[in-house]
């Protein structure tokens, strides 16, 4: 298949693909949009199957950082990069060094990160050949802590701030005695756990590891409960932090909760899926626009800033949902259908 007449090519405004004889360096670079800012975007090393498949991936992803960015006010485009290999067998710093040339060939109109199978370590070897890179010289942490590089104590306040304004939208409540059920209890489930505890949650915790679960009911006095139940609960809140396509046709019918708000990335198992949640008067939280509170912090790392300035940028994602949320109510359509139109609305027309 062509790459212009791709399904997911959709006005992508660069694509790149590297080849290294010498270290086996495959990987693909796409940048989506860049009217707002250079793009950013993590870099992913994977073993995909074929070329194909990395395509598709690099696409769909490099295109919804573009959006992230948009909704978080960020002046920032969108990217993504993909290494074909895997991390556990593949991974060498001679490999790592040549992604970092890959990256300074695009001139600055694509800045990497971290992604699933690339740590921070890695990013440092790729930076011996290009400083278009971030996440390795974090300054700054929206608590005032000292700052260690992992975006997913912001990401979880974000979502924490989120998930708050969505239940005062949606119930006119605080979080007091709320009942929230949260799916993943890992870097970002188990720190918005502890958020939502403190401001008088109920929680309910599952994962398909046992540790960070026993330790949110000992510490938070969760229920803990099996990773198949979660749909099922009598809760008002159901915050996904685990894996993409949770909200599906099967398990919508089986929610019972007023509010949909987490971490997980490409929450809902397809777009049309908006239309149904918002039919069964379910709110939800457009994924992207709730979890930016990671990218919020690299913008931070990347220049001049204060752990204020981050921590009220992070907080804007409430005020963000908030706008979203009456317009969808004002034009009766999904919220996710909404956020993609304010989106393109300030990335389109720049
Ligand atoms: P993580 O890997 O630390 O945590 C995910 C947890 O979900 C793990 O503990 C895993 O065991 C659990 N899990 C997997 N499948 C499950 C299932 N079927 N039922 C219950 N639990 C299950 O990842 P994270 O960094 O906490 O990120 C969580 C989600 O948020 C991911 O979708 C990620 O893409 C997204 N996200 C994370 C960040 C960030 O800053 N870390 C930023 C934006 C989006």
Redesign the pocket.
Known sequence: MSVFDHVEFDGHEQVAFFKDKKTGLQAIIAVHNTNLGPSLGGCRMWPYANSADALNDVLRLSKGMTYKAAMAQLKLGGGKAVIIGDPRKHKSPELMAAMGRFVEQMGGRYITAEDSGIAVSDIQLMAANTKHVSGIQAKYRFDGGKADGN??P??AYGVFKGLEASVKYALGTDLQGVKVAV???????YRLADHLHQQGAQLYV????PD?VNEAVEKFGAIAVE?DE?FDLDVDVYAP????ASVNQQTLERLKVKVIAG???NQLAQESIGELVRKKGILYAPDYVI?A??VIDIYHQRMLSTAEAMRSHIEGIADTLTEIYQRSDSEQQPTNVISNQIAEERFLTK
């Open positions: 975006p997913a912001s990401t799916q993943g209890m890992g870097h970002v489930g599952t994962d398909i590891y960070n990773p979660i932090c685990a894996m993409g971490a997980a990335n979890n509170g990671g």
